[in-house]
């Protein structure tokens, strides 16, 4: 699980995520992301800077995309939950992606379809 970008609410689901038994009895959850956020991470991409900008912020969070997936392709986990990001952020960070789709296609070499789901609809674009 990425901490997504750490100047927004990322890092309090993180939290959430952690306490929350539902998933803690499912499964053990690596978190990926900076030192420095509030949140315990099991694999490190740097540090967080207190009150760090649009550029650090989504290069951290860029990083950890990364950083998730390589854990996953290597079978270290078996898969992955992005926390929110900010996009421009991202950009301004030194990732060339509009978001995290795109991103994690161009990590995996795959192709990708978004998909809405609820119970009486069910929509892949």
């Known amino acids: 699980m ?3 970008d750490p100047r927004g609410i990322g890092p309090e689901i993180v939290i959430k995520a952690l306490a929350d038994p539902r998933i803690s009895e499912r499964c053990d959850v690596v978190v990926v992301g900076p030192e420095g956020c509030g949140v315990p991470v099991a694999e490190s991409i740097g540090k967080w800077t207190n009150g760090g900008g ?3 912020a989504g290069e951290l969070s860029g990083l950890a995309i990364e ?3 390589k854990l996953a392709i290597e079978g270290d986990v078996q898969g992955i939950v992005t926390g929110p990001i900010d996009k421009a952020a991202l950009l301004e960070g030194g990732f060339d992606f509009p978001g995290h789709t795109e ?3 161009k990590l995996t ?4 379809a978004m998909m809405l789901a609820s119970d009486k609809l069910r929509v892949v674009l």
């Open 2 to 4: 990425t901490v997504g």
């Open 54 to 56: 649009a550029a650090q």
């Open 67 to 69: 950083c998730a997936v």
């Open 103 to 105: 991103m994690l296609a």
């Open 109 to 112: 070499g795959s192709s990708v």
